[in-house]
């Protein structure tokens, strides 16, 4: 009987350990907004990844390996964005539908200054999978992400002076 009890309660805890194990990937029932017609993320990831820099210590300067965080988002094409010439040549900037940004927050809720990605792809394919990361602060409490929105042909005026009689 205690031997069964024993078996018991390991599975109980390799259960309650496995979202620790498996890389800390985020619940994405959280993110079910991060899409837009061309991409959907499919997976956000955070990491520890180390970086090498020159620190003082002793009096010496010495190469030191530093730990820091970040998050990797993962994404997936669902319909090809559309080429144009002007797309092709102006880089990132051209296809804000490409982007993902994160809004930082401190632990007073404060917001930090956002920041936008390009998510990489290899090609324009639908059903290719491309990268984005992020870099954690120390400062940063929370975060949160949201897709650039293709903003609609407005087609109004905008009135710059009304006259007054």
């Not at 990844?49 to 210590?57: K, T, V």
């Not at 964005?81 to 092709?88: E, K, R, V």
Request: proline share 5%; hydrophobic share 40%; net charge positive.
């Amino acid at each position: 009987m205690p031997q069964s009890f024993a078996r018991l309660l390991l599975v109980v805890l390799l259960l309650a350990a496995w979202p620790a194990l498996a890389g800390q990937s985020l619940k994405l029932d959280r993110y079910k907004d991060l899409r837009n017609e061309y991409v959907k993320v499919t997976d956000i990831k955070e990491r520890e990844r180390f970086e090498e820099r020159y620190l003082e210590s002793g009096g010496k300067v010495t190469l030191q390996k530093v730990p820091y965080k970040e998050v990797l988002v993962t994404a997936e094409i669902v319909q090809r964005p559309p080429s144009s010439m002007d797309t092709m040549f102006a880089g990132d900037a051209a296809q804000p539908f490409l982007k993902i940004c994160m809004a930082p927050y401190d632990a007073a809720g404060k917001a930090l200054d956002e920041t936008c990605e390009a998510l990489k792809f290899q090609s324009l394919v639908r059903g290719n999978i491309g990268t984005a990361n992020f870099r954690l602060e120390a400062d940063m409490a929370r975060y949160e992400f949201h897709m650039i929105q293709r903003q609609g042909d407005k087609g109004s005026a905008i009135k710059l002076w009304v006259p007054t009689n």
